[in-house]
C-alpha cells in the first residue's frame, strides 16, 4: 500500500484532434460517474489545441479530472515564435505542466538548465509541475542509471524556494520502456523509487509524488504500484483509451484502499 495519494497521468502525445479529445474527456467522465474513484487523482495531457476544448468539457459536467500541457517555453511571453508561455495555459485553467520529457530532452534539445529554468517559471506562476526524468539503455546496462537520475533530479530541483516544493512531482520514466511494450520490472522500479526518494528528501522535497512511466497498462499497474512502490503513473499509449486508463485509475485506487 502506497502512503500518498495516488496520481494518475494520461500523456496524450502529439495524438487526438480536438473532437477526439472531447470524445476521450466525455467516455472519462461517463466511467467516472458509473465508477467514482475516491483516492486517486486524475490527470490528462492533450495537445496545446485541445486543451481549450477539453478544460471546457471537464468544467461543464463537472469531471474530476484535472488538466496538463505537455510542455511550456520557460520564458514569460515576447519574441518566441510557436511557443506557448506559462500564464496563457494558466487562463486556460491547465493546472498542471509535464517538464523535460524524454522525448522533448532528445528530439528538442531541452537541455538539464532548460528543464531548471521551466521549472522555474513553472512554479513561480503557481502552476504544478511534473519533472521527468529517466536514463537511456546505454546508461543502464553501463549500471549508471542512479548517478545519471540523480545529477538530472539536482539540476532540476536544486534551490527552490519552499512554495515551489509543493507544487512539484517527479515521474521516473526509463527511456528503454517508453512506448515499448517493455515496462521496467517491479524489482528495478522499486530500487529506483528508493533512489529517488532519498535524492528528494535530501533536497528537502520528501513531500514528493514519484511516478513511474513507460509501457504501463491495467495488468501490470497493481504490481508496479505494490512491489514497485510508486505513488502513480505517467501513461503514454494506455491512455489514449478510455477502458485502458481508466483500468490503471481503478487499480492504484484499488491498491491505495487495500483492496488488492
Ligand atoms: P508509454 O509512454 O506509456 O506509451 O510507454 C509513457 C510516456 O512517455 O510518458
New binding site residues.
Partial sequence: MTQKRPLVIG?W?MNLDYVEAVHLGQQLGVMLKNKPVEHTDIVVAPPFVDLRSVTSIIESERIPVEVAAQHVNANENGAHTGEISVSMLKRLNVKWILIG?S?RRAMYAMSDELVAATLRSVTRAGVRAVVCVGEALQVREADEHEAYVSAQLASALEGLDEKSRELISVAY?PIW????GLSASAEQVRAMMDHIRSVLAQLSLGDARVLY????NAENAPSLMLEGAVDGF?????SLKAESFMGIVQSCDDCYDGKR
Wanted: proline share 0%; aromatic share 0%.
Fill in positions: 500523456n502525445k520529457h522525448e520514466e520502456a517508453i512506448g515499448t512511466g513507460g509501457s504501463v505517467l501513461v503514454g499509449g494506455a
